[in-house]
T-cell receptor, first 115, second 110 residues
């Protein structure tokens, strides 16, 4: 089966600019996650969707970050305006959402550099 | 906030030796998972152990879970150069919310 697709793979922007990332999860996966991974650290959960509803966005900086999952399939994550500390790899993952028995499948990530 | 805490932060061993990594967590869980991340790549799921299981095997991997101590260990036997990577434990406490630790960087020496 096809894996989780993310684009772009790399992005360089200046601070205060905006940027958007796209994710296409594995077909049929109900749960979609966006993680931020700063170099040398573990992935930090930003937002979790179940179908097209938000399950958890407690760690999403809502003053600058937004995310949506249209029709419960593809998702976009936007940053506006970007700050230097947003430089990180943004990982999208999906899972069946079979509560308590699920593993997450990850995309290759988008490496964002804010200069 | 990160739920899991791996130990050690970094580990270097000779090829052929066994590698053991530990993970401690704070709250009750539905399951605990281990992932591998090669440099510059996405994470790959290795193994999932449920809260009512104590030990699980997959090839050269052996995972244990002690819910009374809120800890888990990952053992990689007969290590290979290709095992060089970062290893993360992740906990699923509720609603399939998967929270990662900071990871252990494993380096296999030739």
């Amino acid at each position: 089966e096809a894996g989780v697709a993310q684009s772009p793979r790399y992005k360089i922007i200046e601070k205060r600019q905006s940027v958007a990332f796209w994710c296409n999860p594995i077909s049929g996966h109900a749960t979609l996650y966006w993680y931020q991974q700063i170099l040398g650290q573990g992935p930090k959960l930003l937002i979790q969707f179940q179908n097209n509803g938000v399950v958890d966005d407690s760690q999403l900086p809502k003053d600058r970050f937004s995310a949506e999952r249209l029709k419960g399939v593809d998702s976009t994550l936007k940053i506006q305006p970007a700050k230097l500390e947003d430089s990180a790899v943004y990982l999208c993952a999906s899972s069946w959402g079979d509560r308590g028995h699920t593993e997450a499948f990850f995309g290759q990530g988008t490496r964002l550099t804010v200069v | 906030s990160q739920q899991g805490e791996e130990d050690p932060q970094a580990l270097s061993i000779q090829e052929g030796e066994n590698a053991t990594m530990n993970c401690s967590y704070k709250t009750s869980i539905n399951n605990l998972q281990w992932y591998r991340q090669n440099s510059g790549r996405g994470l790959v799921h290795l193994i999932l152990i449920r809260s009512n299981e104590r030990e699980k095997h997959s090839g050269r991997l052996r995972v244990t879970l002690d819910t009374s101590k809120k800890s888990s260990s990952l053992l990689i036997t007969a290590s290979r150069a290709a095992d060089t990577a970062s290893y993360f434990c992740a906990t699923d406490a509720s609603d399939d919310k998967i929270i990662f630790g900071k990871g252990t960087r494993l380096h296999i020496l030739p």
